[in-house]
């Protein structure tokens, strides 16, 4: 089951990557960045409500509220620091360093959540990592020593928002997985709506009327957000959060093979790199059955 909910929020994110694409020339990055929090919350409500009408909503505690908010706040610092990595010639640093988060998440979930982590499980995710990196070029090794750390800083703050998604369900004392995930998933995204949003009032009023202003545009790049955010939630309730990680590097499959089907050209450093996404996922699916 982690691994189709893992697939279909792979498929809901490219969605929504796409919709806000489409907003940031209109109202800005930070704007459209907000609008996944702002306009995927009401959704994410909707999807609670739905499930709360066959199973009591679980008490929340105060592990689960800490656990929630640091991965909360270290996903807002994240897209924070992959934005300035971006500005700062470091487009090939956020598409390729920040990947490195599965082996971030390994460590991180063995420490935090004393998940284990065999060798084989990581040998597994270091070879799916090296493949993104493979299929990068050499950008990102020339980008300069100030966007590779920022953008390995926003891979492990990534890493650790995941982790504390996964550690806010774990904790709570009762409800199936979905139940469960979708109720860390309101709260985490009430807690990045407040501060986004008071953000957005404060410093950037003028992202924050085109966001509205563009309310057609933002609800459906807020549904397709909210409807990824509940299936990655619903993978992190399932497995550990690197395995879900590292399967949804395979989406970078999936990019080439559209270029490959577009006629865009394909060298030994693509294809290389395919086949250890590829062995990287296949090995780590073998380590978890």
């Not at 982690?2 to 697939?7: D, E, F, K, R």
């Not at 470091?90 to 959540?113: C, D, Q, R, S």
């Not at 650790?160 to 774990?170: C, D, K, P, Q, Y």
């Not at 309730?237 to 093979?257: D, G």
């Amino acid at each position: 089951m982690w691994i189709a909910a893992t697939l279909i929020a792979s498929l809901a994110q490219t969605g929504r990557n796409a919709a806000q694409a489409g907003l940031t020339s209109r109202i800005g990055t930070m704007g459209a960045t907000g609008v996944r929090f702002l306009f995927g919350l009401p959704f994410a409500l909707l999807f609670l409500g739905l499930i709360a009408l066959v199973e009591p909503l679980p008490r929340l505690n105060a592990t689960a509220f800490g656990y929630a908010a640091t991965g909360a706040v270290s996903q807002i610092a994240a897209t924070a620091l992959m934005l300035t990595a971006m500005q700062r010639r470091g487009f090939a640093v956020a598409t390729a360093l920040i990947k490195t988060e599965p082996v971030t998440l390994a460590i991180l979930g063995a420490v935090l959540l004393a998940e284990p982590l065999t060798p084989a499980r990581l040998g597994a995710i270091a070879v799916a990592t090296a493949g993104v990196l493979a299929m990068s070029g050499s950008g990102w090794r020339r980008a300069g020593p100030g966007p590779a750390a920022l953008a390995i800083l926003a891979g492990g703050l990534f890493g650790l928002s995941a982790i504390g998604f996964r550690g806010g369900i774990l904790s709570l004392p009762s409800g199936g997985e979905l139940m469960r995930a979708t109720t860390i998933l309101v709260l985490s995204l009430t807690l990045q709506t407040v501060l986004v949003g008071a953000w957005l009032a404060s410093r950037d009023r003028p992202a924050l009327c085109g966001m509205l202003a563009a309310w057609r545009e933002s609800l459906g790049a807020g549904f397709l957000g909210a409807l990824a955010s509940q299936f990655w939630f619903l993978a992190f309730a399932l497995a550990p959060a690197a395995n879900v990680r590292t399967l949804a590097l395979i989406e970078v499959v999936f990019a080439a093979a559209v270029s490959r089907h577009r006629r865009e050209a394909m060298g030994p450093r693509q294809l290389s790199g395919m086949a250890l996404i590829v062995a990287g996922v296949v090995g780590l699916l073998w380590t978890t059955h």
